[in-house]
């Protein structure tokens, strides 16, 4: 990794404005909510934007038109003032195979039935990967409504 101290609202806001051509030909709505306090972190910046990326276009890609991707940041302390940054990707979508998870959906190869895209099934097994490389770790989950979550949870030093 080839890591510096980055804003994290800049490399989400970037990966959404990146991203948004392609939601907008597939009828989705991207919305961002992050603190307007800067959440600075040692990352590699390009990996990193390549993980929100990922997550994005999956979001977009496992959505329905007139659906909606919502990419939240935030930042967590506990009883002793260590901070965790959680990174949020929702969608509107059908949500994920019951039998995928809590993990294998970030499996190599591993690609949801409902997949329509000719997706390679290495886009999620790359996000788990950049995260364990920033000390981290990602989840997902159906959401109660519908559709999906991806958390990343980064630990800030």
């Known amino acids: 990794l080839e890591r510096g101290e980055h804003v994290l609202q800049e ?18 709505t991207l919305h961002i909510e992050q603190p307007e306090e800067p959440i600075r972190m040692y990352v590699d910046r390009t990996r990193l934007l390549q993980l929100v990326s990922t997550l994005i276009v999956n979001g977009i890609n ?12 935030r930042r967590e ?8 940054i959680i990174l949020e990707v929702s ?13 294998q959906i970030f499996e190599p190869f591993v690609r949801p039935s409902q997949g329509t895209r000719r997706e390679t099934g290495m886009g999620l097994a790359l996000a788990r ?14 959401d109660s409504n519908s559709g999906s979550v ?3 949870i980064l630990h800030q030093d």
Not at 17 to 23: K, V
Not at 91 to 98: C, K, L, Q, Y
Not at 129 to 142: D, K, P, S, Y
Request: glycine share 12%.
């Open 11 to 28: 490399i989400i806001a970037e990966a959404v404005t990146t991203n948004q051509p392609f939601a907008e030909k597939e009828g989705v």
């Open 62 to 73: 496992y959505n329905y038109d007139g659906g909606e991707v919502r990419v939240q940041l």
């Open 77 to 84: 302390e506990d009883t002793l003032g260590n901070s965790t």
């Open 91 to 103: 969608d509107t979508g059908e949500g994920i195979d019951a039998h995928l998870l809590p993990a």
């Open 129 to 142: 990967r950049i995260t364990q490389l920033h000390g981290g770790r990602i989840q997902a989950e159906n």
């Open 150 to 152: 991806f958390r990343v």
